[in-house]
């Protein structure tokens, strides 16, 4: 009896085991969603290296979502500005692919320091004064690449037809850092049209021999910026760029070697020798 009572109890604990496990809710096994990130909480990160003195573009930056917290002070956040902030503005030192944009990194237009930052470690910057025709009617924007050509004019009486006037190529492939007070790249927003204005002056960068040679050619006659196409990298014009060949007046017009060269001057006539009258008495003799 007292094994059967045993029997009954532990056949009793099953049951009564087995109904509550029944009685429990099934475990469907769905993961939880990881919580979405706050709308906004992204920060502006370089999407591809960029060198020290580089203009930012839209390829250079992309947003990063961040979701360790606060966004630290300094980084660009998107809840407070965009991305179209930067473009233009200048990186201080190298930057790494996914690194984190620091406002004290990047140096915008206006910024004082904008215009060294820009500059090609060792190069100077500057200005020569144009004019609409020279400026190519203000169509040479921040970033272009133009030649320097130096015409000059003699206007001496001696000087033959074909030689009256000379053009040359004096410098080749420099960079255009700022027209006027302008750092900025050209727009393409139509409306910024209506804000062309034919430029003053044009501030070139280049090494500083070729300061010192843009200097000599202000003074020796009128300058004249020619725009390069971004194709001409490497050009055959590239190679020579140290060599500088005149262009007369005579290459341009073979009519000038038609005309009437200018008589030579006529050589001043030999003077016959004074002579010496010696007196002897009477007696005269001439020497």
Request: charged share 20%.
């Amino acid at each position: 009896m007292r094994i059967l009572l045993v029997v009954l109890v532990s056949l009793s604990v099953g049951i009564v085991g087995l109904v509550v496990m029944r009685s429990l809710p099934k475990e469907t096994g769905t993961a939880v969603a990881a919580p979405a990130p706050v709308l906004g909480r992204a920060i502006l990160v370089a999407a591809r290296p960029v060198a020290a003195g580089s203009m930012l573009r839209a390829d250079d930056v992309r947003w990063q979502d961040w979701t360790s917290g606060d966004v630290p002070a300094g980084y660009i956040n998107r809840m407070e500005t965009s991305a179209e902030t930067v473009f233009g503005s200048v990186a201080r030192r190298n930057l790494v692919a996914d690194e984190p944009l620091v406002r004290g990194q990047l140096v915008s237009p206006g910024d004082r320091g904008f215009l060294a930052a820009v500059m090609t470690p060792g190069n100077r910057a500057v200005a020569v004064a144009v004019d609409a025709v020279s400026a190519a009617s203000g169509l040479i924007w921040p970033g272009d690449r133009v030649d320097l050509i130096l015409t000059q004019t003699f206007e001496q009486e001696d000087t033959r037809p074909t030689r009256k006037a000379v053009g040359e190529t004096v410098l080749s492939d420099l960079r255009v850092l700022a027209i006027d007070q302008h750092l900025n790249e050209a727009s393409s927003d139509a409306s910024a049209a209506s804000e062309l204005r034919v430029p003053r002056t044009v501030t070139l960068e280049a090494t500083s021999r070729q300061a010192e040679m843009i200097a000599v050619a202000s003074g020796l006659g009128r300058l004249a910026l020619a725009l390069r196409s971004v194709a001409t990298e490497g050009d055959a014009e590239a190679a020579d760029a140290g060599k500088v060949t005149p262009t007369w007046a005579a290459d341009v017009s073979p009519a000038l070697a038609l005309q009437k060269q200018p008589a030579p001057a006529a050589a001043p006539a030999a003077s016959a020798p004074a002579g010496v009258q010696i007196l002897r008495g009477s007696s005269r003799n001439g020497q």
